[in-house]
């Protein structure tokens, strides 16, 4: 199964940090964000990345390279312009190949085991869904019995949207190229009852915020 990291963001909430350095180059405990996915995707077996990205990109090319330090390979999908999540997804499908990916958002820190992620695909996607974080108290999706659907419990959505995902390359089958969402497609495909999911309860943040960023060093035994 091949990975990809969604690393076109701008990270505009994190400035000044990220005026002159890409989001997924902004550091932790001294280490670079992405660099964290690479890691834990390579002890999880995977082999092939795919990495998008749009603003200073070539930064993290220069920085990641092919991905031999880190035991993988890596191919990139540059965007002129972000295409947001679904269409930067779409562009790189061509990479990612006839099979199911998984996909993880390079703006979180997690301690998620991406070796969960290398199961049978029932469905159109596989979602991790993850307790909701005091800055999206109202969460995305509600789970139960192992589907994933779009309302929860009298109307009110249960559980965030990690970021981490398993793909199935017929989801954009119907997509054109440009910038989109991916939730509406995962909402139509919700909609058939082809989206699983799982209920993560172990360390994750979203790393938006200065604050969060801090969050994740504190974590890790690193200064602010």
């Known amino acids: ?20 350095t890409p989001k997924p180059l902004v550091r932790a405990a001294g280490v670079p964000l992405i660099e964290y996915h690479i890691r834990a995707l390579a002890r999880a077996g995977f082999s092939e990345l795919v990495i998008n990205h749009a603003w200073l990109g070539e930064q993290i090319e220069a920085h990641l390279g092919s991905g031999d330090r880190f035991g993988v390979h890596i191919r990139y999908s540059p965007e002129g312009e972000p295409l947001e999540t679904g269409g930067g997804i779409h562009r790189a499908v061509p990479l990612l190949g006839e099979e199911p990916f998984a996909v993880i958002n390079g703006d979180i820190w ?49 559980l ?16 054109s190229a440009g910038a989109f969402k991916l939730a509406p497609l995962l909402r139509q495909a919700m909609a058939t009852g082809d ?6 309860q172990g360390r994750w943040i979203d790393v938006g915020t200065h604050e969060r960023l801090a969050e994740v060093e504190r974590i890790l035994g690193g200064s602010c």
């Open 110 to 158: 997690t301690d998620y085991d991406f070796a969960a992620l290398k199961r049978p695909l029932d469905g159109l996607a596989h979602l991790v869904l993850v307790d909701n974080p005091a800055h999206h108290p109202a969460g995305d999706f509600a789970l139960a019995q192992g589907r994933v659907s779009e309302a929860g419990l009298q109307g009110k959505c249960l």
């Open 1 to 20: 199964m091949k990975a990809m990291i969604l690393a076109a963001g701008k990270g505009e909430r994190l400035r000044p940090l990220t005026l002159h």
């Open 160 to 175: 965030t949207y990690s970021g981490i995902a398993v793909l199935s390359p017929r989801l954009f089958e119907s997509c």
């Open 195 to 200: 989206v699983s999911g799982e209920h993560y």
